[in-house]
């Protein structure tokens, strides 16, 4: 219920939960977990209003890269905010969005040449689906309209997005306003049976997919895929042969594919478009968090110029009618753009390779514990699973594991009985090591 207070009488956690609501939670939890109020943040470190320093061992939901209050970013924030904050994308262009746009193209060796803006990852999912229905549509196959997900998949929690997520907490409630779509087995490696390879269990799920196709291959406009990692998804990790499987059966079969990046884009996974480790390019790529060093709201999904191509014409009803009002922002582009520059001018793909080694030192001691199975990491990406027989309280170990890790200084949140940590790039080898303890430490309380 909400209080009747004077405000200026309250702390700024009783205000939050009195006027907030918050994401992903249960807010009555907070009546036993309390919020944590954050004034300021430097480098890999968040700090709340008493001071204390927290290492954000999950770049603030996989979105920072390069740290808080970095000067680069600062400055080309501000830079552009000197010239315009933002102008509508529709009938109107600017320099960032278009330096950002080729930029990115130049990324994907030209394959994927046309760019278009969102602010929020779902959205930019919504719009590669959209754009694949319509693709068929203009191209006289209307009835080319349902998708393929994987089984454990996450794409966000918009209607169109929610339709091809696999993760029951997240569409249990809305299942009855969800289009049907068609869902096929992960590859995760952890499936592996004795003497099974990763590429052994992606050759398996790849021909179950195979199957499907021959079947319904008419009706399927699309599939979508996490490339390499399943994040939400208890970070499933997979080998690159699903990949080069899946973009020859949509080729054979003639449907899209459309790659989420989302999460494990912009070098999460050791290079900066997790399908360049299959050497393939997809249809539709989707990114978000990263893009903008988690600064601003940016997504954006990039296609190829043929299916752009299919939607140039003289009528009005031909074009892609879909908008945001802050579509291509500015200030959001200028951000991105101090992104790719600091990729560029600080060798950050390179560097990462030495740092997800620190990363897999400071973990070292989880792939001796006796209570963790299923250590894993790609790249800038490392997770581990606590044996179910570990855990006394299922349910309630996500809550006990991350107030266990506030303790030690670190923020940890676990996905179920999976803990994982996705740092920002410029993480000290000292750093991973307090890390790798914190969370050592926390998982000991956690399980007593």
Known sequence: MKRISDPNQMSLVDRSLDAVWHPCTQMKHHESLPLIAISRGKGAWLYDEKGAALLDCISSWWTNLFGHSNPRINQAIIKQLEKIEHVMLAGFTHPPVVELSEKLSALTQGHLGHV????????????????????????????????VCLENGYHGETLGALAVTDVAIFREAYGSLLQDVFTVPSPDARKAQPGESADDVARHAAKKLERLLESEHQNIAAIIVEPLVQCAGQMAMYSPEYLRLVRSLCDRFDIHLIADEIAVGCGRSGKFFACEHAGIWPDFLTLSKGISGGYLPLSLSMTTDTIYRTFYGDQAQQGFLHSHSYTGNPLACA??????????????????????????????????????????????????????????????????????????????????????????????????????????????????
């Not at 278009?116 to 203009?138: C, N, P, Q, T």
């Not at 001796?368 to 894993?376: L, S």
């Open 335 to 448: 951000a991105a753009l101090a992104c790719l520059e600091i990729f560029e001018t600080e060798s950050v793909l390179e560097n990462n390779i030495g740092r997800s080694k620190d990363l897999a030192k400071a973990f070292s001691w989880a792939k001796e514990d006796v209570r963790i199975e299923h250590w894993r990491q790609q790249g800038m990406i490392l997770a581990f699973d606590v044996k179910p027989s570990s855990l006394m309280r299922p349910h309630t170990f996500p809550r006990e594991m991350f107030s266990a890790s506030l303790k030690e200084g670190a923020l940890i949140r676990p996905i179920g009985n999976t803990i994982y940590v996705m740092p920002p790039y410029i993480l000290s080898p000292e750093e991973a090591l307090k890390m790798g303890a914190s969370v050592q430490s926390a998982l000991n309380q956690a399980l007593a």
């Open 116 to 147: 278009f803006y969102a602010s929020d990852g779902a959205s930019a999912v919504e719009i590669a689906l959209k754009m694949s229905h319509h693709f068929w549509r203009l191209n006289h196959r209307p009835q080319k309209k349902k998708f």
